[in-house]
């Protein structure tokens, strides 16, 4: 969610105005800009973190209004201060991306003009230790993008049965070793009750095998993911914000998505890949009317970012971008 970018220096506005830069923004700028060219148009941006994104595409184009919507309150408050040059074009609201029609249905929009996407962590969330996010950093054991409302990681690893916790790990962590990393954790808060995030990542560690440890980046990785997701409702979120997504654009409206691993992506696919194939039998000779594609794809599968943007944006190495275009109304 939000920017998942490395911090660089602050600009004109401040340390909070543009403390990241944005994941693959000029290529997001090129995909969404024949939607939002040349007419007052609307965009969500359902997942604004620190605005980096919004911002550039209000400065490039004067007449777009942006809705951005987050469930972090923080957040909130830091693209505020970044976007308040555009204010008059800009509607911030607390709210969960599967909550999109809602928005819109409040604010008195029918239809948009263009969707923008960029799931998982943010930058914000990453960067301050005391959110629990980071296993590089000691932390309480928090997780919750919205820190107001839900479970927090540390209720799930003190409460969740052996069971449920490897279950949550290999479903949402694709764990190997969901069941050993499990275990360890239940005997752990036998002993005394599991608060910190150090703590966690030092057992994960020692659960999985030596071998293994040696290669994929730090081994609890994929626990503080699958934790993460779990105390965030992310992919039951998901499922229903991208459907909701494409039936709120106007024909000739567009969605960019931005993922950062492969549950997120499998999602984002089957929802525009189903939306561009014709729903006619396959054994007709010709499509009957209303059984065309909603939708266009405008990538070639999933684009990954280019070295040079891996480079500058480290965090921006496991990006995955998809867009599509809507072509024709629903019958």
Do not use: C, W
């Amino acid at each position: 969610m939000g920017d998942n970018a490395p911090r660089k220096g602050a600009g004109p506005q401040g340390p909070d105005a543009h403390a990241h830069v944005p994941v693959l923004v000029d290529r997001i700028l090129a995909l969404l800009a024949p939607a939002l060219t040349g007419h007052p148009a609307v965009l969500v941006d359902a997942t604004l973190g620190m605005g980096g994104h919004t911002e550039a595409l209000l400065a490039a184009h004067p007449q777009l209004t942006v809705i951005g919507l987050d469930r972090d309150p923080e957040a909130l408050r830091r693209s505020a201060a970044r976007l308040e040059p555009y204010a008059g074009r800009t509607h911030l609201v607390h709210a969960v991306y599967d909550e999109l029609p809602d928005v819109l249905a409040r604010l008195g929009y029918d239809r948009v003009d263009g969707v923008l996407m960029d799931l998982g962590v943010s930058s914000l969330q990453l960067d301050e230790a005391a959110r629990g996010f980071a296993y590089a950093q000691d932390a309480p054991l928090d997780m919750r993008m919205d820190p107001t409302q839900g479970i927090s990681a540390e209720e799930v690893v003190n409460t969740y049965s052996a069971k449920d916790l490897a279950r949550v790990l290999r479903v949402y962590g694709e764990e190997r070793f969901a069941s050993r990393v499990a275990n360890a954790i239940v005997r752990e808060r036998e002993r005394h009750r599991l608060t910190s995030s150090a703590r966690l990542a030092e057992l994960v560690r020692d659960a999985i095998p030596a071998a293994t440890r040696r290669t994929g980046g730090h081994p609890a990785k994929r626990t503080f993911q699958a934790l993460r997701i779990e105390v965030n409702g992310e992919l039951e979120a998901l499922e229903g914000a991208v459907p909701a997504a494409v039936d709120a654009l106007r024909v000739g409206g567009r969605i960019a998505v931005l993922s950062y691993h492969s549950l997120e992506d499998r999602i984002v696919k089957r929802v525009l890949a189903a939306g561009a194939k014709s729903t006619s039998p396959i054994d007709l000779p010709i499509e009957l009317p209303g059984t065309e594609p909603l939708l266009k794809l405008l990538t070639r599968g999933a684009e990954d970012p280019t070295p040079a943007e891996v480079e500058a944006n480290p965090r921006a190495a496991s990006a995955r971008l998809r867009a599509a275009e809507r072509v024709r109304d629903a019958a």
